[in-house]
T-cell receptor
Framework: KAGVTQTPRYLIKTRGQQVTLSCSPI?????VSWYQQTPGQGLQFLFE???????NKGNFPGRFSGRQFSNSRSEMNVSTLELGDSALYLC????????????FGPGTRLTVT | DQQVKQNSPSLSVQEGRISILNCDYT??????FLWYKKYPAEGPTFLIS?????DKNEDGRFTVFLNKSAKHLSLHIVPSQPGDSAVYFC???????????FGQGTTLQVKP
């Protein structure tokens, strides 16, 4: 099976802009989660989607949003970008039986200038 | 409030010896625990998991031990290989969901 894919891999944006990141899960996986990794805060959970519904949400401001499509592909959006949003954004997918066993994509490196 | 803690930022071991990585947690509602390995510029790679109804799980060279009373888990790698050099994260979740809480990571260096 192909792994989790994320696009784009690298992105440079300016403060105040918005950005959309995309994730394609492993075939057959219906759960998709998003994480932010920064040097200071480590890996932090953003949100989880299952069957197009948000199942869990982390402690991030409303500028961070996501959605999942009927084919399980997911997107996350960050509006009004801040310098502190510079991070590696990771998407992970998991199967129905063990949603906690997540398989990660390579991530999207977002730099906000 | 850091619910999952890896108190050792780094660990260095000799090739062929045992590597022991440790993790502590505070939330008694956690019932699934995982270990991931991460190389720079890549996503974490799933290694092994354990549920709270077990105290040990093995997969090849990797064994995870869970001590619920101490709220402590550890990952043993035997024998250690230079290719094991990476950052190791422990993670936990409450309930059978995809919301993982990660520790800060431990950098393992295995010397030839």
């Amino acid at each position: 099976k192909a792994g989790v894919t994320q696009t784009p891999r690298y992105l440079i944006k300016t403060r105040g802009q918005q950005v959309t990141l995309s994730c394609s899960p492993i075939s057959g996986h219906r759960s998709v989660s998003w994480y932010q990794q920064t040097p200071g805060q480590g890996l932090q959970f953003l949100f989880e989607y299952f069957s197009e519904t948000q199942r869990n949400k982390g402690n991030f401001p409303g500028r961070f949003s996501g959605r999942q499509f009927s084919n399980s592909r997911s997107e996350m959006n960050v509006s009004t970008l801040e310098l502190g949003d510079s991070a590696l954004y990771l998407c992970a997918s998991s199967g129905n039986f063990r949603p906690y066993e997540q398989y990660f994509g390579p991530g999207t490196r977002l730099t906000v200038t | 409030d850091q619910q999952v803690k890896q108190n050792s930022p780094s660990l260095s071991v000799q090739e062929g010896r045992i590597s022991i990585l440790n993790c502590d947690y505070t939330n008694s509602m956690f019932d699934y625990f995982l270990w991931y390995k991460k190389y720079p510029a890549e996503g974490p790679t799933f290694l092994i998991s354990i549920s709270s109804i077990k105290d040990k799980n093995e997969d090849g060279r990797f064994t995870v031990f869970l001590n619920k009373s101490a709220k402590h888990l550890s990952l043993h790698i035997v024998p250690s290989q230079p290719g094991d050099s990476a950052v190791y994260f422990c993670a936990a979740t409450a309930g059978n969901t995809g919301k993982l809480i990660f520790g800060q990571g431990t950098t393992l260096q295995v010397k030839p």
